[in-house]
């Protein structure tokens, strides 16, 4: 009998701690039943989350002054052999381009524009019909790493325009931003018209700092105005950013003696890519870009290698996700 009530009490325990040890275990399975939707939470608070953009409308903005618009005259064929040429003529048909560029100053009648469309990126889409932009080596560039994707690039920049230009000016014809704005709902709604997948901003392009290279006090607070012309892109199309938000990509300008402070713009660049990981920094000099004759603009070989600069920091992104 005594035997028994042992055996009773041992088993009672038993089973007690059974239910115990499994009701534990569930309590843990509940708590991490979608880790993956915990983390991708806590990632988006800290910029860590992950973008897939292989089945995504990728957009990408292009924005700023003369080498961005495209002040370098199309190459010859002498320059970058026939076949590259004829490449370069039919354009890329996988990278659109919706573009608008000019001189500032000059009535926006006289713009070089693709009339609210997107073309195959190619030659001709700079300030002028004989004029490029990086557009061309940046399509170049995405069309050989990402054959089988589509890309969108929407483009408005003006030679001459500064960095106030695109932070608000009371003048409508220099107020660059609201030119890119509308250039971007433009696109929007083409790209609407030809696919149902989700459209995300990749990257932001900018190349600009040359007109504030020649006066010191604008120099000298191009750091400060730069950090709030991402602030505002980034608040302003925060509904077609990636889940880490979008990426902010900056060329240096070229160490040109019509530049006297181009190191001031060119550190100022730097430290803002070495503050967040979604900024980056392309250092044109290092890279050995060389001025034309003018002694402003990127000679052909040198737009076209900017282009691809641009194309290696979105592979980047894209990569990083």
């Not at 973008?51 to 002054?65: F, P």
């Not at 199309?74 to 354009?91: C, I, L, Q, S």
């Not at 381009?97 to 070089?112: K, L, P, V, Y």
């Amino acid at each position: 009998m005594k035997l028994r009530k042992i055996i009773a009490t041992f088993l009672t325990a038993l089973t007690l701690s059974s239910f115990l040890v499994t009701g534990g275990c569930e309590d843990k399975k509940d708590d991490t039943k979608n880790p993956d939707g915990d983390k991708t939470a806590s990632d988006s608070l800290t910029g860590d989350a992950k973008e897939d953009y292989s089945n995504k409308a990728k957009v990408i903005l292009l924005v700023g002054q003369s080498n961005m618009a495209g002040a370098t005259f199309n190459p010859t064929a002498r320059a970058v052999g026939k076949e590259k040429m004829k490449e370069y003529k039919t354009g890329y048909e996988n990278v659109k381009i919706m573009f608008s560029s000019g001189i500032r100053g000059n009535a926006e009648n006289t713009w070089n524009t693709s009339g609210g469309v997107f073309k195959n990126t190619g030659l001709s889409q700079g300030a002028t019909m004989s004029q490029f932009g990086p557009e061309l080596g940046l399509a170049e560039y995405l069309n050989e790493q990402y054959p089988g994707e589509e890309f969108y690039l929407v483009k408005h920049a003006l030679g001459g325009a500064q960095i106030d230009d695109y932070l608000g000016r009371a003048n409508p014809d220099l107020d660059c931003y609201s030119h890119i704005k509308k250039q971007f709902d433009l696109a929007v709604n083409e790209i609407k018209k030809t696919t149902d997948k989700e459209i995300v901003v990749v990257a932001i392009c900018w190349m600009q700092g040359e007109s504030e290279s020649a006066q010191e006090a604008a120099a000298n607070t191009y750091k400060e105005r730069t950090e709030k012309l991402i602030n505002n892109f980034r608040t302003d199309y925060k509904d077609y950013a990636p889940a880490g938000g979008i990426s902010w990509i900056d060329a240096g300008i070229s160490d040109s003696s019509l530049w006297p402070l181009h190191k001031t713009i060119n550190n100022a660049k730097k430290e803002i890519s070495d503050a967040n990981d979604k900024n980056y920094f392309i250092d044109t000099i290092g890279a050995g870009l060389v001025v034309g004759a003018d002694n402003a603009h990127y000679d052909p070989v040198s737009e076209i290698k900017l282009g691809r600069l641009f194309g290696e920091k979105v592979q980047e992104v894209i990569t990083k996700g």
